[in-house]
């Protein structure tokens, strides 16, 4: 900012990186960035990829192979000591959703967690703020008609739970407090998870499919509409309260009195 209060936007740097970044996270530390990408084979095949990006220097450091998959990694999450990232991914050499685990201080692959039978490709993860936890959404199955959330014990690399949802989730994220875990859907039916049971608790109407993504604070939640559209959900209130919509490469933050959205006020971020 300069003397005059004027807001002055850093240079842009563009860093080469692989085929379709798709997903980023950046670890606790500030150092680096995890980027998801897509590589093409030969055949045709898609080589699933992790891109790691040194902000210091903005070069990528090292590419961390995945194998081969189908669409392209769903979501990169990082634990809050930095130590694992996690990146679900449909495996076409065992035609089901799995999770990859990268140690980061060898950037390399170390486990891998089967989440779905056939036919049930991830979308989205979020962990845990105390880092025990990571959820996982996985679309339906072959000759199956609901979605699954996972939940994955960080410490055993293990599934713990397999929660029911609607056919399609598209995005999940956890309440700053850590006590709900928000699915999304396609379908534009939203859950929510008590993530102290691991069980559906009440649902969430008004919302759209997509992403979201909850403030620091707790108080707001910012859910994707479409390409140009973001709900704005006041949390302390539990409704609807702004749309921001993007006209000419610019926010414009429209008031919005719409209906109530049943979530729990103990998601205000507070413990």
Known sequence: MSETGTLTPAARVTIPIGRSPRWVAITPDGRRAYVAVDEGNADGSTLGGISVIDIATNTVTTTIMLGVIAGGPAGVAITPDGRLVYVPLFDRSVVSGVV?????????????????????????????????????GTEQEVDQDQGIVSVIDVASET?????????????????????????????????????????????????????????????????????????????????????????????????????????????????
């Open 100 to 136: 990859r685990v990268i140690d980061t201080a060898t950037n390399s692959v170390t486990t891998t967690v089967t989440l779905s039978g056939r036919g049930g490709g991830p979308s989205g993860v979020a962990i845990t703020p105390d880092g025990r936890h990571a959820y996982v």
């Open 159 to 271: 599934v713990i739970a397999r929660i029911p949802v609607n056919p399609f989730p598209s995005g999940i994220a956890i309440t700053p407090n850590g006590r709900h875990a928000c699915v999304l859907d396609l379908d534009g039916a939203p859950a929510v998870i008590d993530t102290a049971t691991h069980e559906l608790t009440f649902p969430i109407d008004g919302l759209s499919s997509g992403r979201i993504v909850f403030a620091p604070d707790g108080v707001h939640a910012y859910v994707t509409h479409d390409e140009i559209l973001i709900d704005v959900v006041d949390i302390t209130t539990n409704k609807l309260v702004a749309l921001i919509e993007w006209t000419a490469g610019r926010p414009m933050w429209r008031s919005r009195r719409m209906g109530v959205v049943p979530m729990s006020p103990s998601d205000r971020g507070a413990t």
